[in-house]
């Protein structure tokens, strides 16, 4: 931490320096100083979520109890056309996070290197600052890709945005590994027809293909939308492939203070011993904003924002279903089949801050290790 303190400390001092004119001192969404003709600046923020989940689970002890789900700071800014981000996890193992680089010269293009969110899915692009459950559902899990090293390009307009880049392996476990760095393509494109303030139809497509080195595998599992179990409620074990690919469809819809979401995710995997296996899922949610908001949209990203109330104390209602089958019979891969029905309530404190009631009922076929409910809640702060 004190490495980050002394970063916007001396970049501080080089914006100070650097620049003739004043500077704009804000504490809003972050502590940053920003150059009067906008060239330069630079912002410190971050964020805790405290979890708390209690289990009920007839098959398997699923450790009720307390944990840090994130602790995080993030400094970036930007350099004349160019831009910076970095973002460290004290828990999650201590990783790095976002440490990315970008180049913003272009109009509604943005070319970004380094550690990045990969471009496939609609859920795993929202901050989790900003996701209206407490964990993102099953399917994100078992497929949803996360951050890695690579080269994005971003482009975007009023109603549609394009996200596509090669990327390699998480920066955080790249040199685990002894050999050589497997690269894939990923790409996302989504076109919103309907898009205003209060109204919102948009519908995407994801695509990821990535080509695996001799000897390698591939698993998909996932917990009961609860990162506190430990345990994985479906698994498909190791599976040697040369390689896999996935696609994703997705759509998102608000009207007023309703907001739908919906993904289907489908993975091919290319074995090497045994027939090639295919395994999908999808979730649908519905949530309702009190107090006639409506759940903030950022075209750019084609993703939500975060909920900001116009008066102290806001609440929220919300659903979710999701299924997800790792099961195929004709390639002898049994990794389970689970449904999860997931309620939950949000109470906005303030633009900072907010706390969250979640219950889940994961209900897993023969071939899943276990059925659970839990009850789990979360307060959160960002700054």
Do not use: C
Request: proline content about 2%; cysteine-free; hydrophobic content about 35%.
């Amino acid at each position: 931490m004190s490495t980050l303190f002394k970063v916007s400390l001396i970049t501080t001092a080089i914006l100070a320096s650097s620049t003739a004119v004043a500077a704009d001192i804000s504490t809003k969404g972050g502590i940053g100083i920003k150059s009067d003709d906008g060239k330069y600046s630079f912002k410190f923020n971050g964020r805790i979520q405290a979890d708390a989940v209690v289990f009920n689970s007839d098959d398997i002890d699923l450790h009720n109890g307390t944990e840090i789900r994130r602790a995080r700071f993030a400094a970036k800014g930007n350099i004349e056309e160019w831009g910076y981000k970095l973002q460290y996890d004290f828990m999650s193992s201590e990783s790095v996070k976002d440490a990315h680089i970008t180049y913003n010269g272009f109009d509604n293009t943005q070319i970004i290197i380094g550690s990045q969110i990969e471009a496939f899915a609609m859920e795993p692009q929202t901050s989790s600052n900003d996701v209206t459950f407490i964990e993102r559902s099953s399917i994100i899990e078992a497929f949803g890709l996360n951050r890695a090293m690579g080269v994005g390009v971003r482009q975007w307009s009023d109603n549609w945005s394009l996200n596509y880049g090669i990327y390699g392996a998480d920066v955080n476990s790249k040199h685990d590994n002894k050999d050589d760095e497997e690269f894939g393509f990923n790409g996302r494109f989504n076109y919103a027809p309907v898009i205003s303030k209060d109204e919102l139809v948009s519908f995407g497509l994801s695509f990821s293909s990535k080509q695996l080195e001799d000897g390698a595998s591939v698993k998909f599992r996932t917990r009961p939308e609860s990162h506190q179990a430990n345990e994985r409620i479906v698994d498909t074990g190791s599976i040697a492939a040369d390689s896999y690919t996935m696609v994703g469809l997705e759509t998102a819809m608000k009207f007023g203070p309703v907001t739908i979401l919906g993904e289907y995710i489908q993975a091919d995997v290319d074995s090497v011993d045994m027939k090639d296996s295919s395994f999908d899922g999808y979730y649908v949610s519905a949530s309702y904003l009190f107090d006639d908001m409506s759940r903030p949209y950022k075209t750019k990203q084609g993703k939500f924002k975060r909920v900001k109330p116009s008066k102290a104390g806001l609440w929220e209602v919300a659903a979710r279903l999701s299924s997800l089958d790792l099961n195929d019979k004709a390639a002898g891969v049994m990794g389970g089949q689970v449904d999860s029905l997931t309620l939950g309530a949000n109470y906005y404190i303030n633009d900072n801050m907010r706390a969250m009631v979640n219950v889940v009922s994961s209900d897993g076929d023969e071939y899943a290790e276990y059925d659970a409910t839990s009850l789990g809640a979360r307060i959160q702060v960002t700054w």
